[in-house]
């Protein structure tokens, strides 16, 4: 059997704004259905690089292949459509629509089914199974009837999260998912992603400050800094870099 092309590669990477390089030549591989962390030191270009394979940026120069095809020159309506799936650092939900709603109007999207206005929001029955469903999975199926707006930061990245999946992407770009939470609220999101990548259906890129949730979780890490990849590797590699030591814990591995 032929292996499968890679869900994401880079090719020579790089994006300029005036005289600043944001991302530098990156050459980046992630296999299907695992999950590759993108880390390193503020301004490393990590948050850039999400940018440009999600389509907020176009590149100043290289490629960037999607499942062997190249996707550099589209937008990013056009990417989600091709199954590239990407959520944000601040939450981006309907805060006056329930949970359950917010879920819904996503799979509607997916459907390309419209709203119309004279027929009852209940007759959406399979969306609203459908809906039920995705927040059982990301533990939030208890919270369905409440408005957004009332949920806990934690909650609401699940809810995003759930959102995002109503999409069915192939590939998740989840950037800095517990940005914001108590340390409290980190491990659900942690228990999220591993049930995520435990379905072996779906490819998972992740940028995160939290080392220790980035070790536990990581099929491989890669490291920016400066917007240039000096490492991409391994966990067990990764934290027995110097390199990757020096340019972004300090000389040891830390927290935060």
């Not at 059997?1 to 704004?17: E, G, N, Y």
């Not at 919270?143 to 999260?161: D, F, M, N, P, S």
């Amino acid at each position: 059997m032929a292996s499968q092309a890679p869900v994401v590669q880079t090719k020579d990477l790089t994006i300029r704004f005036g005289g600043n390089v944001a991302v530098n030549a990156v050459n980046l591989t992630v296999e299907p259905f695992t999950l590759k962390a993108i880390i390193g030191p503020n301004g490393a270009g990590k948050t850039t690089l999400f940018n440009l394979l999600s389509g907020q940026y176009k590149p100043t120069s290289g490629s960037i292949l999607f499942k062997g095809r190249e996707i550099a020159g589209l937008g990013a309506a056009d990417r989600t459509r091709l199954g590239v799936g990407r959520s944000f650092q601040l939450t981006n939900i309907f805060p006056s629509l329930s949970v359950l709603e917010n879920v819904r109007l996503a799979l509607q999207s997916k459907a390309r089914v419209g709203m119309v206005f004279w027929r009852n929001y209940r007759s959406y029955s399979e969306l609203e199974d459908r809906a039920y469903e995705l927040l059982r999975q990301v533990l939030m199926d208890k919270r369905w009837a409440v408005e957004a707006k009332t949920l806990t930061h934690g909650e609401q990245r699940k809810l995003e999260i759930a959102i995002l999946l109503a999409l069915d992407p192939e590939l998740l770009l989840l950037d800095e998912p517990t940005a914001g939470m108590s340390l409290e609220e980190v491990p659900a999101i942690l228990e999220l992603i591993q049930q995520i990548k435990a379905g072996r259906n779906r490819t998972i890129m992740l940028v995160e400050h939290k080392f220790d949730m980035i070790m536990t979780v990581s099929d491989s890490i890669a490291v920016l800094k400066e917007g240039r990849l000096i490492c991409d590797d391994s966990p067990e590699a990764v934290a027995c870099n110097s390199e990757v030591l020096e340019a972004y814990l300090g000389g040891g591995v830390k927290n935060g």
